[in-house]
T-cell receptor, first 113, second 109 residues
Framework: DAGITQSPRHKVTETGTPVTLRCHQT?????MYWYRQDPGHGLRLIHY???????DKGEVSDGYSVSRSKTEDFLLTLESATSSQTSVYFC????????????FGPGTRLTVT | KNEVEQSPQNLTAQEGEFITINCSYS?????LHWLQQHPGGGIVSLFM???GKKKHGRLIATINIQEKHSSLHITASHPRDSAVYIC???????????FGAGTRLTVKP
């Protein structure tokens, strides 16, 4: 298994509070991704990173920001959580390109009340 | 309309049955991926293919580029195959991956 961990694995928070999810990899892969998974939808890309301090938006980036200060860590921040951001969040990594095989973390279940 | 459509959404089979899950896509692709998500939530890559057919154990994946269609077959299905199977494409349009909504497979003993 690729060395990818996510923390926390579960979180319940209140509307309006800031939340940060962490993805940590030990594979030294260049590309890192944050997805959200909702019933009836496929995985949807929130943000991705193609190197330290290099990030870009995905298709559902509104309300989210990211940072990557080290190769191994990719943080996803919800500045002011809303109930629509209740979801399961997956981090993924890939080494070669954005469209090559990706390895997924275990997921973080976030509930915004 | 989603760029990647899977059918069926849900599938229940008896142990030992031959299973087929279908995936159709509407964009130009460089590769197609089949992923498996177990009830615990973890997602693993099963196949990445750009033409023809690949086989791994009881799993077979095929792709028809001209028809923009792929199938995932499971032979001699087993309850441990119960999972959500996800089709994804590496899109040439936006240099990104797009995912289907998944097919939930339940194999009963």
């Amino acid at each position: 298994d690729a060395g990818i961990t996510q923390s926390p694995r579960h979180k319940v928070t209140e509307t309006g509070t800031p939340v940060t999810l962490r993805c940590h990899q030990t594979e030294n892969h260049r590309y890192m991704y944050w997805y959200r998974q909702d019933p009836g939808h496929g995985l949807r890309l929130i943000h991705y990173s193609y190197g330290v301090k290099d990030t870009d938006k995905g298709e559902v980036s509104d309300g989210y920001s990211v940072s990557r200060s080290k190769t191994e860590d990719f943080l996803l921040t919800l500045e002011s959580a809303t109930s629509s951001q209740t979801s399961v969040y997956f981090c993924a990594i890939s080494g070669t390109s954005r469209t090559y095989e990706q390895y997924f973390g275990p997921g973080t279940r976030l509930t915004v009340t | 309309k989603n760029e990647v459509e899977q059918s069926p959404q849900n599938l229940t089979a008896q142990e030992g049955e031959f299973i087929t899950i279908n995936c159709s896509y509407s964009v130009g692709i460089s590769a197609l991926h089949w992923l498996q998500q177990h009830p615990g939530g973890g997602i693993v890559s099963l196949f990445m293919l750009s033409s023809g057919k690949k086989k791994h154990g009881r799993l077979i994946a095929t792709i028809n580029i001209q028809e923009k269609h792929s199938s995932l077959h499971i032979t001699a299905s087993h309850p441990r195959d119960s999972a959500v199977y996800i089709c994804a494409v590496s899109s040439l349009n936006n240099n990104d991956m797009r995912f289907g909504a998944g097919t939930r497979l339940t194999v009963k003993p």
